[in-house]
Nanobody, 115 residues
């Protein structure tokens, strides 16, 4: 069973930064595309960013220029560097991976942007 564990969330002031981590077990992360999504209270889960096995990235328009997705294959980790955070970035952030026809999600990490 693939397991994903997110970490790195917390409370940060507007304009601040956080780096989220997604750790994988029972899967060689490097050969799969990995995504970050988020879900704010009362809203549907939405796409944030994705990185392919080859390192190509794509982002939702609302995070372009502020967030950066990256991966460390040696550590089996994927990261989301979030800069210039805004109050509207407040949400639970999840990583996911499509493996053998199934989509796996982590438990999420809470990001709260507030002064």
């Amino acid at each position: 069973q693939v397991q994903l564990v997110e970490s790195g969330g917390g409370l940060v002031q507007p304009g601040g930064s956080l780096r989220l981590s997604c750790a994988a077990s029972r899967i060689i992360f490097s050969i799969y595309s990995v995504g970050w999504y988020r879900q704010a209270p009362g809203k549907q889960r939405e796409f944030v960013a994705r990185i392919t096995s080859g390192g190509s990235t794509n982002y939702a328009d609302f995070v372009k220029g502020r967030f950066t997705i990256s991966r460390d294959n040696a550590k089996n980790m994927v990261y989301l560097q979030m800069n210039s955070l805004k109050s509207e970035d407040t949400a639970v952030y999840y990583c996911n991976v499509l493996f053998n026809g199934n989509v796996y999600w982590g438990q999420g990490t809470q990001v709260t942007v507030s002064s």
